[in-house]
């Protein structure tokens, strides 16, 4: 089981960025995913999660409104669509793996923690 996330990078304040998760080993249809991140001197917390059957989805409060996580099966990819960055937003991002037909609020139950992307917000 491995999960890679691709389309960290640097940019610039207000700037966005689009990550995507691509797993091996498994089909996202069947779990719940999430996104978590990790900034200089903290400690790692939730940023999204996605359901396993009906979509729905969750956020953290600093990311409401900023963040879109979305999943398309047929590719088997699952996407963070992130816009108005701010500096705060610096962080080490993963893709994780939740429960088997997990809810959106499920990913705290970590099954399986992909490697992490930089994203490094800059002027």
């Known amino acids: 089981v491995q999960l890679q996330a691709f389309g960290g990078g640097l940019v610039q304040p207000g700037g966005s960025l689009t990550f995507s998760c691509v797993p091996s080993?498994?089909?996202?249809?069947?779990?719940?995913i999430g996104w978590f991140r990790q900034a200089p001197g903290k400690e790692r917390e939730g940023v999204s999660c996605i359901s396993s059957s009906d979509g729905r989805t969750d956020y953290a409060d600093s990311v409401k409104g900023r963040f879109t996580i979305s999943r398309d099966n047929a590719k088997n990819t699952i996407y963070l669509q992130m816009n108005s960055l701010k500096p705060e937003h610096t962080a080490v991002y993963y893709c994780?793996?939740?429960?088997?037909?997990?809810?959106?609020?499920?990913?705290?139950?970590?099954?399986?923690w992909g490697e992490g992307t930089q994203v490094t917000v800059s002027s």
């Open positions: 994780t793996k939740g429960p088997l037909y997990g809810r959106e609020r499920s990913c705290g139950l970590v099954h399986h």
């Open positions: 080993g498994f089909s996202l249809d069947y779990y719940a």
